[in-house]
C-alpha cells in the first residue's frame, strides 16, 4: 500500500514558490517556459530536451521527453502528473490548435492587499516570471472533430485560486458556449479561494453558480474534471455542479484541507481520504478516468448529448 | 438576556464592568447607610450607555471580529423568538440525520408566513457542543435547501439569518460531501421562485455562510464580519503565523461598513449603542423593520425578473483589469 504524500496545500496560496508533491523542488520541466522564449500563448512549447524526472510515487525515472509523450502520467505506476493548462490543451485539442479567450483579463490590487507582501507586486512579479495572467486560461477548439470549450485552471499562478478573473473568465466562457451552442469543460485544480481578494472572491461563488443557471436553461453539457489537488471554494461551487462530475485517478479533492480536518477531528487520516477513488465511492464522481482515455472519452460523451 | 453580575465584558469593555460595579458598591452603601443614592446611580447608568457609545465609535476591525462573537450576542433562536410567531421549527434533511447547527421552520411574519433558517450557536458549554459551534455538516446545508423548496412549493418568501465560524471540517463531512452540499445551496438558492432575505447577524465565515447567504437583498447587522476566511486562518496562511490575526482582519476588510462600501452588502441594520447584546428587543426591533421594508419591496418584482437581478447583482462582483489588445501584446 502507498504512503499518503503529505503536502503544504495551503502554502500555494500564498503565492510563495513551492515545493513538489515529492518534497522535493518543483522538476525542472514543470517550471513555465520564461517569458520571451515563446511567441505566443496558442504556439506549441516544448519542454526542454535532456532532463530526467522523477515519479514521486515509485522513483521511478526517464526523460521528460518519455514522460511528455505519456502525457504526464508515469509509464510504470500511472502516477498523474500535475500539469497546466498549455499541457491540456495541447493533448486535447485536435493538431494542438485552439483559440484563447478573454486573455485580455488581468486581476488588480483593488483593495491594496498586504500581507508578507503586496497583493500587486506579487502579481506583477508572477506577470514578469511567467506568461501565465491569471490562474485560470479559457480556450476552444476541436476535440476529435467535436467543438469544445475548455476552462482550465492552472495551480501555478498563487495555487489556482479562485479570484474575481477566475469568476469573470469563468462567467464569459458560459456566455460563449451559449451563443456558439458549445458544451462546456472544466478542469479544476485549486487550492480554493485567493484571500487577498477577500469578500471578492467569496462571491465568485455565487457568481459562477448564476452562470451555470444559463448554460443549464440552454441546455448545454457541462463537465467538471476535478484533478489534483482541487480545494475550498472550487468545491464548494462550480466544481462539483457539473453535469458530469468527472476526475483523474488518485487526484485530492475535498472541502477542507487535509490538515485541517487532522487538526480539527485529532486523529490520523484513513489512508485513500479525499482521494479521486474516495469521491466516487461515497458517491460524488460520475467516473475516473485515465489522462490518456480522456480525448475519447470527451469525445464520446459530447456525441451522446448531442444524439 | 443577562443582567449584571451575569454580562461577560470583552477586554475592550472592562471600562463598562467597571462602571457596573461602581453601581454595586453605591447600591449596598445605600443600603446600609439608608442614603438615597439614586442620583449617582442614574449618573453612572447614563455613564456606561455613554461608554458603550464611546467604544463602538473607535473600533477596530478585529473588535468588531470580537463583538460579532460576544458570548452574550443573540443568536437565530432568540431573533426568532423575538420577531416572528408561531415558529414551527422543521427537522432533518430526510437522509442522514438533523444538523443541530441549522435551524429552520415556517413562522408568521406580522400576519404573512416566512420560512425562516439560519445556524445556531449554543448559549451554554453543552449547549455549544450540540450546535457544534453553528458549523453545520451537509445534512444542515441540505436541510436548509429542503425546507428552501418547500418554502418555494407553497410560495413563501425565504429570510436566512447567518451566523457561523464556518462549514465544519470534520471527516464525515468530507465522506457526505460538504463542497458539494454548500454548492449545490448556492446554485439552487440564486433561482429560487421567492423572495429571499439573507441576514448577516454574527460571523459571517466563507462557504459555510453562502450556503445559505446567496439572495435578493444581503443586509449586515452593525457589528458582524463577512469574509473568505477567518482572520485566524487568513493569519496562519497568509503570515504563516496564528499572531497576525489583527492585522488579518484589517486587510481582508470583512467589516459592514468595507462590505456595503464595495456593494457586497445591500444595507446595513444598526444595533444598540454597543452592540446586540445590550439589548434584544430593539436590535430585533429594527432587525423585523428592515427584513419587512425589503420584503415589501421585493414582492412587487414578478418573480423571474427577480431570479434575473440575483443572478445579474451577483454576477457584477469582481474587480479586474481589462487591457486592450494592444496593451496585452506589450506585455
Ligand atoms: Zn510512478
Known amino acids: ?307 | 438576556m443577562p443582567q449584571y453580575p451575569n454580562r461577560q465584558f470583552l477586554d475592550f469593555e472592562q471600562p463598562i464592568k467597571t462602571l457596573y460595579e461602581e453601581i454595586e458598591k453605591l447600591k449596598q452603601t445605600a443600603e446600609k447607610s439608608k442614603i438615597d443614592m439614586s442620583d449617582s446611580i442614574n449618573k453612572l447608568e447614563n455613564a456606561i450607555v455613554e461608554k458603550r457609545r464611546e467604544i463602538t465609535e473607535h473600533l477596530t476591525p478585529w473588535q468588531r471580529v470580537q463583538l460579532s462573537r460576544h458570548p452574550d450576542r443573540p443568536y437565530t433562536h432568540k431573533y426568532i423568538e423575538k420577531i416572528f410567531n408561531h415558529f414551527i421549527e422543521l427537522h432533518g434533511d430526510r437522509n442522514v440525520r438533523d444538523d443541530k447547527a441549522m435551524v429552520g421552520g415556517f413562522a408568521d411574519l406580522d400576519g404573512e408566513t416566512v420560512m425562516i433558517i439560519g445556524q445556531q450557536k449554543g448559549i451554554n458549554t453543552k449547549m455549544r457542543q450540540q450546535r457544534n459551534f453553528g458549523m453545520a455538516n451537509p445534512e444542515g446545508y441540505r436541510k436548509a435547501l429542503r425546507l428552501m423548496r418547500l418554502a418555494e412549493k407553497f410560495n413563501k418568501p425565504i429570510i436566512t439569518l447567518v451566523d457561523t465560524p464556518g462549514a465544519y471540517p470534520g471527516l464525515e463531512a468530507e465522506e457526505r460531501g460538504q463542497g458539494e452540499a454548500i454548492a449545490r445551496n448556492i446554485y439552487e438558492m440564486i433561482r429560487l421562485k421567492v423572495p429571499v432575505i439573507v441576514v448577516i447577524i454574527g460571523e459571517g465565515a466563507s462557504g459555510g455562510a453562502l450556503g445559505i447567504g446567496v439572495g435578493d437583498k444581503v443586509l449586515m447587522m452593525e457589528n458582524t464580519w463577512y469574509t473568505v476566511i477567518s482572520p485566524e486562518s487568513c493569519s496562519s496562511i497568509l503570515w504563516r503565523s496564528w499572531d497576525k490575526k489583527e492585522i488579518a482582519a484589517e486587510q481582508l476588510r470583512l467589516t459592514s461598513i468595507d462590505m456595503k462600501g464595495f456593494g457586497l452588502v445591500d444595507e446595513i441594520v444598526p444595533e444598540p449603542v454597543g452592540g446586540a447584546h445590550w439589548d434584544y428587543a430593539e436590535a430585533a426591533d429594527t432587525l423585523k423593520k428592515y427584513i419587512k421594508k425589503n420584503l415589501a419591496e421585493l414582492k412587487t418584482i414578478d418573480p423571474v425578473k427577480r431570479i434575473d437581478q440575483r443572478i445579474e447583482k451577483f454576477g457584477k462582483m469582481g474587480f479586474w483589469e481589462e487591457l486592450t489588445a494592444e496593451q496585452a501584446a506589450s506585455r
Request: glycine share 8%; net charge negative.
Open chain 1, 1 to 307: 500500500m502507498k504512503k499518503e504524500r503529505e503536502e503544504d496545500l495551503e502554502l500555494n496560496l500564498t503565492g510563495e514558490e513551492t515545493t513538489s508533491e515529492s518534497g522535493e523542488v518543483k522538476p525542472k520541466w514543470y517550471k513555465r517556459i520564461r517569458k520571451g522564449i515563446t511567441t505566443s500563448t496558442t504556439d506549441k512549447r516544448e519542454t526542454p530536451e535532456g532532463l530526467w524526472s522523477k515519479c514521486p510515487e515509485c522513483n521511478y525515472i526517464c526523460t521528460t521527453t518519455e514522460l511528455k509523450e505519456n502525457l504526464f502520467v508515469c509509464p510504470k505506476c500511472n502516477h498523474h502528473h500535475r500539469i497546466g493548462s498549455n499541457e491540456y490543451y495541447d493533448f486535447l485539442f485536435d493538431g494542438e490548435e485552439y483559440i484563447e479567450l478573454f486573455d485580455n483579463i488581468i486581476s488588480k490590487d483593488f483593495l491594496n492587499f498586504t500581507d508578507l507582501k503586496n497583493y500587486q507586486k506579487r502579481l506583477d512579479e508572477i506577470h514578469t516570471k511567467t506568461d501565465l495572467k491569471d490562474s485560470m486560461r479559457i480556450a476552444t477548439g476541436k476535440v476529435n472533430g467535436e467543438g469544445l470549450v475548455i476552462a482550465c485552471m492552472d495551480f501555478e499562478f498563487i495555487g489556482g485560486s479562485l479570484g474575481s478573473v477566475m469568476g469573470e473568465k469563468f462567467s464569459r466562457a458560459v456566455d460563449y458556449c451559449i451563443e456558439h451552442k458549445l458544451p462546456y469543460l472544466v478542469i479544476s485544480k485549486s487550492g480554493g479561494a485567493r484571500m487577498m481578494e477577500s469578500a471578492f472572491s467569496l462571491m465568485q461563488l455565487a457568481k459562477t453558480s448564476g452562470k451555470l443557471s444559463q448554460l443549464s436553461d440552454a441546455k448545454l453539457p457541462y463537465i467538471s474534471l476535478l484533478t489534483d489537488p482541487t480545494f475550498g471554494g472550487i468545491s464548494a461551487s462550480f466544481g462539483m455542479l457539473g453535469d458530469l462530475n468527472i476526475a483523474e485517478p488518485g487526484a485530492l479533492i475535498g472541502f477542507a484541507g487535509p490538515r485541517v480536518i487532522k487538526e480539527t477531528i485529532k486523529k490520523d487520516l484513513p489512508e485513500g481520504f479525499q482521494r479521486s477513488e474516495f469521491l466516487l465511492e461515497h458517491g460524488f464522481l460520475d467516473f475516473i478516468v485515465d489522462r490518456k482515455l480522456l480525448k475519447n472519452k470527451l469525445h464520446d460523451l459530447i456525441v451522446l448529448f448531442r444524439n
